[in-house]
């Protein structure tokens, strides 16, 4: 029972860590699309959601996502090729062993690309536009 609820902290203390860190970066997405519609603004621990094909905005905990809201993100592997001659063009270093660098303007860009640059998709707080649309066509 004690290692249980010990358990039961510690993957508490990790979801506050991961969720702290998803606050950080997570108003960078406003414009992106979720799985319930366009994210429109983010404020502290709420997500403002516009309906798909409607004028409505709902509030949302950020506790919600990744579980019942889903932001819908692409890899950065998952840009055609005139987005990667784009991204060339505004400012990217592949460099090792830091990998990628960027300009403010390249991580803008990609930002306007909807691309997880914070590993949002690994962590299970967005999908995989890619993945959601090839299973809906």
């Known amino acids: 029972m004690y290692l249980n609820l010990k358990a039961k902290a510690k993957k508490n203390d990790v979801l506050f860590i991961v969720m702290r860190r998803l606050n950080k970066c997570l108003h960078l997405y406003i414009g992106c699309q979720t799985n319930i519609g366009q994210l429109v603004g983010v404020k502290k621990d709420c997500l403002f959601i516009q309906a798909n094909d409607t004028q409505v905005i709902s509030e949302y905990q950020t506790q919600l996502l990744g579980n019942n809201i889903f932001l819908y993100l692409q890899h950065l592997d998952n840009l055609t090729e005139e987005e990667s001659k784009e991204l060339i063009k505004k400012g990217i270093a592949i460099g090792r062993p830091n990998g990628y660098t960027f300009s403010n303007e390249g991580f803008l860009y990609l930002l306007s690309l909807n691309v997880d640059l914070f590993g949002i998709i690994i ?10 649309s090839s299973k809906s066509s």
């Open 123 to 132: 962590s299970g707080y967005a999908k995989n536009i890619n993945d959601v």
